[in-house]
């Protein structure tokens, strides 16, 4: 069993839509969460860290739900510039190694 | 902000052949490095976590005397792809962690290996 899991997509929506991204993780002894972006034939950046309590960034919203084992985020008022893979990221163990998700893509169409 | 580089960004190369790909980090020390490589339309694997001054440890399923990694310094790391086959061709990439904290994990551009 893969280590994260996300679904592929394609995602393709207008502008000013709002999508959500979902990903489950296999091991309960996760520590931390991210959500990465990346860009065709980039290296994946950084968008925000995903907490319990659920933390908001303008027009990104991440949450975990630890029980369920479970990452979202939540993307309102899509813009053009939002067009990338999402990668859900968890990592485990003092090392920090990180596991991505096979990413989610998303296409916002004019 | 942290900067990582990778050199180089591209390199074809014959098969049976060897490569080396570099991955600084360019503002910080980093005492840990990882090696990821992603095939075209999957996510990226993380193939091995790198530390300064010791033996690398490398994910399952990923073979160590293939991939060879050093970390000789605190702001390099080497991957080097020995016997390099067509199935090697990939999209390499590496990062550098600064602090301890996880979400300090800086990522190179990537290298393209194409081997023919």
């Known amino acids: 069993r893969k280590e994260v899991e996300q679904d592929p997509g394609p995602f393709n929506v207008p502008e000013g839509a709002t999508v959500a991204f979902n990903c489950t993780y296999s091991n309960s002894a996760s520590q931390s969460f991210f959500w990465y972006r990346q860009d065709c034939r980039k290296e994946p950046k950084l968008l925000m860290s995903v907490y319990s309590s659920g933390n908001e960034d303008g027009r990104f919203t991440a949450q975990l739900n630890r029980a369920s084992q479970y990452i979202s985020l939540l993307i309102r008022d899509s813009k053009l510039s939002d067009s990338a893979t999402y990668l859900c990221?968890?990592?485990?163990?003092?090392?920090?190694?990180?596991?991505f998700g096979t990413g989610t893509s998303l296409t916002v169409i004019p | 902000g942290a900067v990582v580089s990778q050199h180089p960004s591209w390199v074809i190369c014959k098969s049976g052949t060897s490569v080396k790909i570099e991955c600084r980090s360019l503002d910080f020390q980093a005492t840990t490095m990882f090696w990821y490589r992603q095939f075209p339309k999957q996510s990226l694997m993380l193939m091995a976590t790198s530390n300064e001054g010791s033996k690398a440890t490398y994910e399952q399923g990923v073979e160590k005397d293939k991939f060879l990694i050093n970390h000789a310094s605190l702001t390099l790391s080497t991957l080097t792809v020995t016997s390099a086959h067509p199935e090697d061709s990939s999209f390499y990439i590496c990062?550098?962690?600064?602090?301890?904290?996880?979400?300090?994990?800086?990522f190179g551009p990537g290298t393209r290996l194409t081997v023919t």
């Open positions: 990062s550098a962690r600064r602090g301890t904290r996880p979400y300090e994990q800086y």
């Open positions: 990221v968890v990592t485990k163990n003092t090392g920090n190694q990180f596991y």
